[in-house]
Nanobody
């Protein structure tokens, strides 16, 4: 079993920045993929960015060049640096990890971009 704790969400003005963090814990874990999804009101959950244990990254087209995902394998943490935030980035952001063949999700953290 893997537990995920997210932090870093909040309210920010357009053009601003936020960094999300997610810490994974559990016994005997070996996480391959870590990532972030988001879900805006009335929309489906979508992949924002993911990173493998070997640091291969994948980004949604809508965030390329603005968001950066990184991870600390020793601490089982994943980070999402978000810059040049837009109104349409407003959503609940969920941390995601794949531990062996099982998927785990965080509870979500709200990111609101508003002037």
């Amino acid at each position: 079993q893997v537990q995920l704790v997210e932090s870093g969400g909040g309210l920010v003005q357009p053009g601003g920045s936020l960094t999300l963090s997610c810490a994974a814990s559990g016994s005997g874990i070996r996480i391959n993929v870590m990532g972030w999804y988001r879900q805006a009101p009335g929309k489906q959950r979508e992949l924002v960015a993911s990173i493998t244990r070997g640091a291969n990254t994948n980004y949604a087209d809508s965030v390329k060049g603005r968001f950066t995902i990184s991870r600390d394998n020793a601490k089982n943490m994943v980070f999402l640096q978000m810059r040049s935030l837009k109104l349409e980035d407003t959503a609940v952001y969920y941390c995601y990890v794949k531990n062996y063949a099982s998927d785990y999700w965080g509870q979500g953290t709200q990111v609101t971009v508003s002037s």
